[in-house]
């Protein structure tokens, strides 16, 4: 576990100030002295500087930036690799990976949040209202890094396959020798809970933008969590979460209309893309940090872009009725003809903003998704006909068609065509112990049933080759 057990990340290797208009620009941090057992955050100016160096990891093209969206669909049957590509995401798009060899690289950099999060977390001085509101941030930041990586390297908790195999967890000072084993799924949810419920204080409630964590960024992935844990009490929990983000956050989180999703997808100012109603996190992007040509998620999905190869199926295509909304974020024009069938671009991130050579901050959750999360939570509390009303309801509103017979095929289908490169599909498949089929554009692994080793990704090998106290994921240790 490289980023725990050997690289905590100390305040020296940071290189962040604040900026109330740009979160990331990079300025020389003067080398802080990291002592072993002790957190080096021993001011509130330094406590900042270690917030930004989380937000940072965050929105890292390895993590939140960029890949962790494309895996969400491309480890599903929402996107392909094109057959006109220049080698990006080819493994992932095979599911071929092993455990020294792939496209994932989220595990150290998720590892990074948790080592900037403990940094702050830890220190112990006095507790201003910016102290507080820096530190739920942090928990949320530990929290949402943990969550994550119980969801791509532990099996689904209501598959109840591997329960001894959570994740390592780690929440003190800086331990250059310290090694640390895998808790148990159950320990691993309750220290993510612990987190995020500690996210949400009055200090936190409006944040400075969307590209920082609030208290309604703490009960959205909440909601998230109860959905995906599923044990007794959950799912109401689930919803009560979900509903709240609806009902009662603050006046700059509002659903969006129909009318506005072309704006507030297309747009190329960020007066207009960012910052929006519905968003509830975003990635904080700009000139001074920005993957761009190499790594910005854009470029993948945008014809024009410098590696244009991510294309969504045909098959998701034809879900759609000819009159939904949606279908004006989806494009066949200049797609490659080499696909069979051909796929279609997907007009969601801009490549440029505000007339410069950056990409519009990256949206994360958005509040529409809170709607979808409180109905499937209904389908297990028993209120399946209801969430019916209200799923078809929303439906009608995108213009698209109504469902009937199964509740829960029909959230997810609905799902689908809603947030698709948005990086949501793998997470509600592996989520409601459901496989992976790819009718078409597939050559190889095209049916990953829910309890293929497939849908639980291998610890790196670099991780397992540093801590001898690393168990590997079955089926990968080879």
Same mark, same amino acid.
């Given at each position: 576990? %490289?980023?725990?057990?050997?690289?905590?990340?100390?305040?020296?290797s940071l290189m962040m100030v604040s900026c109330d208009n740009d979160l990331l620009n990079e300025f020389p941090v003067d080398g802080e002295i990291v002592t072993p057992g002790e957190s080096p955050v021993v001011s509130e100016a330094i406590m900042e500087k270690a917030l930004n160096g989380m937000y940072m990891s965050l929105g890292h093209q390895d993590a939140f930036g960029s890949n962790i969206s494309i895996f969400g669909d491309l480890l599903s049957e929402n996107v392909f690799v094109s057959e006109t590509n220049d080698g990006y995401f080819r493994t992932t798009n !095979?599911? $071929?990976?092993?455990?020294?060899? !792939?496209?994932?690289?989220?595990?150290?950099r998720l590892y990074d949040v948790v080592s900037s999060s403990n940094d702050i977390l830890n220190s112990s001085i006095a507790e201003s209202s910016e102290v507080k509101k820096f530190k739920a941030q942090a928990h949320i930041g530990r929290g949402l890094a943990y969550f994550y990586l119980m969801n791509f390297y532990a099996a689904n908790p209501t598959s109840k396959r591997n329960p001894e195999l959570g994740i390592p967890i780690y929440t003190g000072n800086f331990d250059p020798n310290g090694k640390y084993g895998r808790e148990t799924i159950a320990k691993s949810y309750e220290?993510?809970? $612990?987190?995020?419920?500690?996210?949400?204080? /009055?200090? #936190? #409630?409006?944040?400075?933008?969307?590209?920082?964590?609030?208290?309604?960024?703490? %009960?959205?992935? +909440?909601?998230? /969590?109860?959905?995906?844990?599923g044990e007794q009490g959950d799912y109401q929990k689930a919803y009560n979460y979900a509903n709240e983000v609806i009902t009662s956050s603050p006046a700059n989180y509002k659903l969006i209309e129909k009318k506005d999703l072309k704006s507030y997808f297309t747009a190329s100012t960020s007066d207009l893309y960012e910052n929006q109603p519905e968003t509830i996190w975003e990635v904080a992007m700009s000139t001074a940090n920005n993957p761009q040509v190499n790594a910005a998620i854009a470029v993948f999905y945008q014809k024009g872009g410098a590696h244009a190869s991510l294309l969504v199926r045909k &098959?998701?295509?034809?879900?759609?009725?000819?009159?939904?909304?949606?279908? &004006? +974020?989806?494009?066949?024009? @200049?797609?490659?003809?080499?696909?069979?069938?051909? !796929?279609?671009?997907? #007009?969601?991130?801009?490549? =440029?903003?505000?007339?410069?050579?950056f990409t519009g901050d990256v949206k994360i959750f958005r509040m529409t998704e809170a709607l979808f999360i409180k109905w499937e939570a209904m389908t297990h509390l028993g209120q399946s006909a209801q969430a019916l009303n209200e799923l078809n309801a929303f439906a009608v509103e995108r213009g698209g068609s109504t469902y009937t017979g199964d509740v829960l095929t029909a959230? +997810?289908?609905? =799902?689908?065509? *809603?947030? /698709? @490169? *948005?990086g949501t599909r793998f997470f509600d498949l592996k989520r409601n112990n459901l496989g992976i089929v790819k009718n078409t554009n597939c050559f190889g692994n095209c049916d990953t049933p829910a309890d293929n080793?497939?849908? /639980?990704?291998?610890?790196?090998?670099?991780?397992?080759?540093?801590?001898?106290?690393?168990?590997q994921n079955p089926g990968w240790n080879n």
């Open positions: 576990m %490289k980023k725990i057990t050997i690289l905590l990340l100390s305040l020296s !095979g599911m $071929s990976w092993t455990s020294s060899g !792939g496209d994932f690289a989220q595990w150290n220290q993510i809970i $612990s987190d995020l419920e500690k996210g949400i204080t /009055v200090e #936190n #409630n409006i944040p400075k933008s969307k590209a920082y964590f609030s208290s309604s960024v703490a %009960k959205f992935i +909440l909601s998230k /969590v109860y959905l995906t844990r &098959e998701l295509y034809n879900l759609y009725a000819p009159t939904d909304a949606r279908l &004006e +974020l989806l494009s066949s024009v @200049g797609a490659p003809t080499n696909d069979d069938p051909t !796929g279609l671009w997907l #007009n969601k991130y801009p490549l =440029k903003m505000d007339g410069a050579q959230i +997810l289908t609905e =799902k689908r065509k *809603e947030f /698709v @490169g *948005e080793r497939r849908m /639980v990704l291998p610890i790196p090998q670099s991780s397992m080759n540093l801590n001898p106290k690393m168990v």
